[in-house]
C-alpha cells in the first residue's frame, strides 16, 4: 500500500491523447430527453485526460459547468469523487486550481500540482448552485437546498448518460463547509432515486460514501463551539485572554486567510482561459463567491436547516460516512464536529461515543497526521496543523486521506 501510493505520486505520468474532440450532443433517456450536454478536452499544465463543459437544462434554461478529470492509471475501475465547494454560494471550479486539480494557479505562475485528486480517483468538479462560478441560469434561480439537489441529480444523470464507461464506478460525494449541507441531501436523494431506477429508466448511481469536510451541518453546534474554541489551551495557545473569553460572543464572522484565491480569480477570467475550457460568454465575470446567490438561500433560512436527520439516513443504509476537520480551523471547527457527531440517532451512536482516538499516520508524509475515531460505518478525522482549507494545508496527508477512505483502508493505529 505504501509502496503504491508513493508510486503514484512520484511516477511522471505519459498520455499519448487518442480521446476524440467532443463537440455538441444530445443526451437522450427515457426520462432526461431534455438536456444537452456540450464537451470539450482543455488543454493545461499537463497531458491527463481532462473534460470541461456545459450540461443545460433546456426546460428551465440552467447551464450547469463542469470540469471532469480522469484518474491517471485505472480510470475504467478506480471510483468517481465528485466535489463540491465550501461556502455558500462559491465555486467549486476555485478548487480544480487551488486544491486537488492537476495545475496550481500561483501568483508566479502555473505550476503542476505533485498531489492531484486524480492520483487516486476520477474528479468531478460542478458549479453550484447556478449562478455561481461559470454556472448560469436565465430562467430558475435555485434557493434551497432541495432544489439545489435536484439539479445536481438531473446533471448526474446526464453526465453519466454521456460518460458511460464511468456509470459503474463507486461514485464518493465530497464537499466542505456549506456544501455539507448538499452533500447528504442528495446522497438521500440518490439512495431514493436508485430504489426505482430500472422501472423509472435511470441510471442506478453506485454511491460508495460521503465526505464532509470542515461542514456546516447543525448551525447551533457550530456557533456555540467558536467561543470554546476561541479560548482553549489544549494544543495551541488560546486567541482570546481570559478577560475577551469571558465577554465573547459566539456570532463573529470568518475571515479569509489564503491570498492565492485571487490570483484564480484573475486566471479564471482571461480570454486565454476562457476560449480552452469552454467557457460561455453570458456566464459573466468569474467570482469566486456570488453575494447575490446567497442572499437567495439566506432569504429561505436555508442555512438554519439542520442536516444530521440527512445523515442518519445515509448511516441507515451501510453507506460510509466520513468527517473531517481542521485542528486549526476556527470557522465550523472541530468542536462543533464532535458534538452534533455524539447527539446522531443512529444504530452506533454508544458505539462512536464510546470508541477511543487513534492516531493516523500519514503513508506520503510519514508523519503522524491527526487522529480518527470510528465505528461502523461512521469516521470522523481531526487532521493535526490545517485550517478551513485542509486541503490546501496538508496536501501529502488529505491525498493519503482520501485515497485510504475510497479504497476502505483502515486510518487508525
Known amino acids: 500500500m505504501i509502496i503504491a501510493l508513493i508510486f503514484i505520486l512520484l511516477f511522471q505520468y505519459v498520455y499519448n491523447d487518442d480521446h476524440l474532440q467532443f463537440g455538441f450532443g444530445t443526451v437522450a433517456t427515457a426520462s432526461f430527453k431534455n438536456y444537452h450536454i456540450r464537451v470539450k478536452q482543455p488543454i493545461s499544465c499537463e497531458n491527463s485526460v481532462q473534460y470541461s463543459g456545459y450540461i443545460d437544462n433546456l426546460v428551465t434554461n440552467e447551464h450547469v459547468f463542469f470540469i471532469f478529470l480522469e484518474s491517471r492509471f485505472a480510470p475504467?475501475?478506480?471510483?468517481?469523487?465528485?466535489?463540491?465547494?465550501?461556502?455558500?454560494?462559491?465555486?467549486?471550479?476555485?478548487?480544480?486550481?487551488?486544491?486537488?486539480?492537476?495545475?496550481?494557479?500561483?501568483?508566479?505562475?502555473?505550476?503542476?500540482?505533485?498531489?492531484?485528486?486524480?492520483?487516486?480517483?476520477?474528479?468531478?468538479?460542478?458549479?453550484?448552485?447556478?449562478?455561481?462560478?461559470?454556472?448560469?441560469?436565465?430562467?430558475?434561480?435555485?434557493?434551497?437546498?432541495?432544489?439545489?439537489?435536484?439539479?445536481?441529480?438531473?446533471?448526474?444523470?446526464?453526465?453519466?448518460?454521456?460518460?458511460?464507461?464511468?456509470?459503474?464506478?463507486?461514485?464518493?460525494?465530497?464537499?466542505?463547509?456549506?456544501?455539507?449541507?448538499?452533500?447528504?441531501?442528495?446522497?438521500?436523494?440518490?439512495?431514493?432515486?436508485?430504489?426505482?431506477?430500472?422501472?423509472?429508466?435511470?441510471?442506478?448511481?453506485?454511491?460508495?460514501?460521503?465526505?464532509?469536510?470542515?461542514?456546516?451541518?447543525?448551525?447551533?453546534?457550530?456557533?456555540?463551539?467558536?467561543?470554546?474554541?476561541?479560548?482553549?489551551?489544549?494544543?495551541?495557545?488560546?486567541?482570546?485572554?481570559?478577560?475577551?473569553?469571558?465577554?465573547?460572543?459566539?456570532?463573529?464572522?470568518?475571515?479569509?486567510?489564503?491570498?492565492?484565491?485571487?490570483?484564480?480569480?484573475?486566471?479564471?477570467?482571461?480570454?486565454?482561459?476562457?476560449?480552452?475550457?469552454?467557457?460561455?460568454?453570458?456566464?459573466?465575470?468569474?467570482?469566486?463567491?456570488?453575494?447575490?446567490?446567497?442572499?437567495?438561500?439566506?432569504?429561505?433560512?436555508?442555512?438554519?436547516?439542520?442536516?444530521?436527520d440527512q445523515i442518519e439516513k445515509v448511516l441507515a443504509t451501510n453507506i460510509r460516512v466520513l468527517v473531517y476537520a481542521g485542528d486549526m480551523n476556527w470557522y465550523n471547527n472541530w468542536y462543533g464536529q464532535t458534538d452534533w457527531l455524539s447527539k446522531l440517532d443512529w444504530i452506533g451512536q454508544v458505539g462512536f461515543n464510546d470508541a477511543k482516538d487513534k492516531d493516523w499516520f500519514s503513508y506520503v508524509s510519514g508523519q503522524k497526521a491527526g487522529t480518527v475515531k470510528s465505528f461502523l460505518n461512521l469516521s470522523f478525522v481531526k487532521v493535526f496543523n490545517a485550517g478551513y482549507y485542509s486541503i490546501y494545508d496538508q496536501p501529502a496527508n488529505m491525498i493519503d486521506l482520501y485515497s485510504r477512505w475510497v479504497m476502505n483502508v483502515s486510518l487508525g493505529y
Open 76 to 308: 475504467k475501475t478506480d471510483p468517481v469523487i465528485l466535489s463540491l465547494n465550501g461556502q455558500l454560494g462559491c465555486s467549486s471550479i476555485t478548487n480544480v486550481w487551488f486544491e486537488t486539480g492537476l495545475c496550481l494557479v500561483k501568483k508566479a505562475g502555473i505550476e503542476t500540482n505533485p498531489f492531484s485528486f486524480n492520483n487516486i480517483a476520477n474528479i468531478l468538479y460542478v458549479d453550484q448552485p447556478t449562478g455561481v462560478g461559470y454556472s448560469y441560469s436565465s430562467g430558475k434561480k435555485p434557493s434551497t437546498c432541495a432544489q439545489v439537489t435536484e439539479t445536481i441529480y438531473w446533471f448526474l444523470q446526464s453526465f453519466f448518460t454521456e460518460f458511460k464507461q464511468f456509470a459503474r464506478n463507486d461514485f464518493h460525494i465530497a464537499g466542505t463547509s456549506y456544501a455539507s449541507h448538499f452533500v447528504p441531501s442528495l446522497a438521500t436523494h440518490i439512495i431514493r432515486e436508485n430504489r426505482y431506477a430500472s422501472s423509472s429508466n435511470k441510471l442506478p448511481i453506485q454511491l460508495a460514501s460521503i465526505i464532509l469536510g470542515n461542514g456546516y451541518i447543525n448551525p447551533r453546534a457550530h456557533k456555540l463551539s467558536y467561543a470554546e474554541y476561541s479560548c482553549d489551551d489544549n494544543k495551541y495557545k488560546p486567541i482570546y485572554d481570559k478577560v475577551t473569553c469571558q465577554k465573547m460572543k459566539t456570532n463573529r464572522r470568518q475571515y479569509s486567510c489564503y491570498s492565492e484565491i485571487q490570483d484564480i480569480v484573475n486566471y479564471a477570467n482571461s480570454q486565454e482561459m476562457k476560449t480552452e475550457y469552454g467557457i460561455d460568454s453570458e456566464a459573466g465575470e468569474f467570482q469566486n463567491c456570488n453575494s447575490h446567490v446567497k442572499a437567495r438561500f439566506d432569504m429561505t433560512k436555508d442555512s438554519l436547516v439542520n442536516t444530521m
